[in-house]
T-cell receptor, first 114, second 112 residues
């Protein structure tokens, strides 16, 4: 119930393509769903986050789609660029009173070819 | 610049040795966290602290210890009881229990 399952493990797209990374969760108490981007040798950096009261959120070229009934959420990267090549993690949190603990997916290594 | 500083960037441990990883933040955040990252396993929570002088075990606390004597600092000790310490260790902080969490650039620990 505490797990967040992320797929695919790796993804290769051409420049300009739209990579899609999916995550699924079981615990309906989760109420905060962030996506982090990590470059080699660096810490993860927050990209975009969503709460269950909305079905979609866009920030620049990054979009989160959220399906509460299916307990799934996904990240879409529009017009992908080689600089987007990184590892992406989804996560979930149960909110206040739970220490703000984040449960992370296993990560997706994205490669955008020129 | 406000942020989280982890040091050292690389650390080597000998058999039977305890080592301490440093994490300092100047974001005035109340909550701090330690994660361990292994290839293909995402990030797993070791310990977290919501206020000074208080901390809780995460999912994989065995073989690790922490202290929180100052708001800005949350050092992690990897003890000799941790039999598989080779990993990338990440420190994070947030405002109370709220999100988002901000991460440092990690310490890579290896065994000599």
């Amino acid at each position: 119930q505490q797990q967040v399952k992320q797929s695919p493990q790796s993804l290769i797209v051409q420049k300009g393509g739209i990579p899609i990374i999916n995550c699924a969760y079981e615990n309906t108490a989760f109420d905060y769903f962030p996506w982090y981007q990590q470059f080699p040798g660096k810490g993860p950096a927050l990209l975009i986050a969503i709460r269950p009261d909305v079905s979609e959120k866009k920030e620049g070229r990054f979009t989160i789609s959220f399906n509460k009934s299916a307990k799934q959420f996904s990240l879409h990267i529009m017009d992908s660029q080689p600089g987007d090549s990184a590892t992406y993690f989804c996560a979930a949190s149960k909110g206040r009173g739970q220490g703000g603990k984040l449960i992370f997916g296993q990560g997706t290594e994205l490669s955008v070819k020129p | 610049d406000g942020g989280i500083t982890q040091s050292p960037k690389y650390l080597f441990r000998k058999e039977g040795q305890n080592v301490t990883l440093s994490c300092e933040q100047n974001l005035n955040h109340d909550a701090m966290y330690w994660y361990r990252q292994d290839p293909g396993q995402g990030l797993r929570l070791i310990y977290y602290s919501q206020i000074v002088n208080d901390f809780q075990k995460g999912d994989i606390a065995e073989g690790y210890s922490v202290s929180r004597e100052k708001k800005e600092s949350f050092p992690l000790t990897v003890t000799s009881a941790q039999k598989n310490p080779t990993a990338f260790y990440l420190c994070a902080s947030s405002s109370r229990e709220a999100q988002p969490q901000h991460f440092g650039d990690g310490t890579r620990l290896s065994i000599l």
